[in-house]
C-alpha cells in the first residue's frame, strides 16, 4: 500500500467529487446533487462499476440527516393518523388494520397493531415496518 499514491488519488478525486464528511448545508446539495447524478447514471444498480462510490455517499447524506434533522419520535398511531391525513383516509378507508372500530382503537392507543397489520400498512404505503413498532425510550428491561 503506497499512501503517497493513495494521497494524490485521493486528492484529485476529492476535488472532482466533493466527496467528504458534509461540512455545511451546501456541501449537503452537492452530495445530493451528487447520489442523483449517481442513480440516473444507472451505473450503481446490481453491483455497478459506481455502486460502492453511491453507498458512501448515501451514508454521508444519511449521517448528516440524523445530525441536522432528526426524525421526532411518534408512536404507531401517530403515524398511522398522519399517514390517514395526508392520504385523506378515514377509518374505513384502511382496511389493513380492520374494521372501523379496530382502527378506532388503534388511533386511541387502546389497542396495538400486531404483525399482519403492520406488513398490509407497510406495503400500502411503502415505508418501513420499523414506524409502526413501538420504540423504548430506555434500554431493555430485565
Not at 499512501?3 to 488519488?9: E, F, N, P, V, Y
Not at 460502492?52 to 426524525?71: M, N, Q, T
Not at 398511522?80 to 388503534?106: A, I, T, W
Request: glycine content about 10%; hydrophobic content about 40%; aromatic content about 6%.
Amino acid at each position: 500500500m503506497n499512501l503517497d499514491t493513495i494521497s494524490r488519488t485521493w486528492a484529485a478525486f476529492e476535488r472532482a467529487s466533493g466527496l467528504g464528511p458534509i461540512k455545511d448545508e451546501e456541501h449537503y446539495e452537492r452530495m445530493v446533487a451528487l447520489a442523483d447524478a449517481l442513480t440516473e447514471s444507472g451505473r450503481v444498480n446490481d453491483g455497478g462499476d459506481l455502486s460502492g462510490l453511491f453507498k458512501i455517499v448515501c451514508e454521508l447524506i444519511a449521517d448528516y440527516d440524523s445530525r441536522h434533522y432528526p426524525i421526532p419520535k411518534a408512536s404507531p398511531a401517530q403515524v398511522l393518523r398522519f399517514l390517514m391525513d395526508q392520504h385523506g383516509l378515514k377509518q374505513s378507508d384502511v382496511p389493513e388494520v380492520g374494521s372501523q372500530g379496530v382502527v378506532s382503537q388503534v388511533l386511541s392507543g387502546r389497542r396495538m397493531l400486531n404483525a399482519r397489520q403492520v406488513a398490509a400498512l407497510s406495503a400500502r404505503f411503502g415505508i418501513g415496518a420499523d414506524v409502526f413498532l413501538e420504540h423504548q425510550e430506555d434500554g431493555p428491561t430485565h
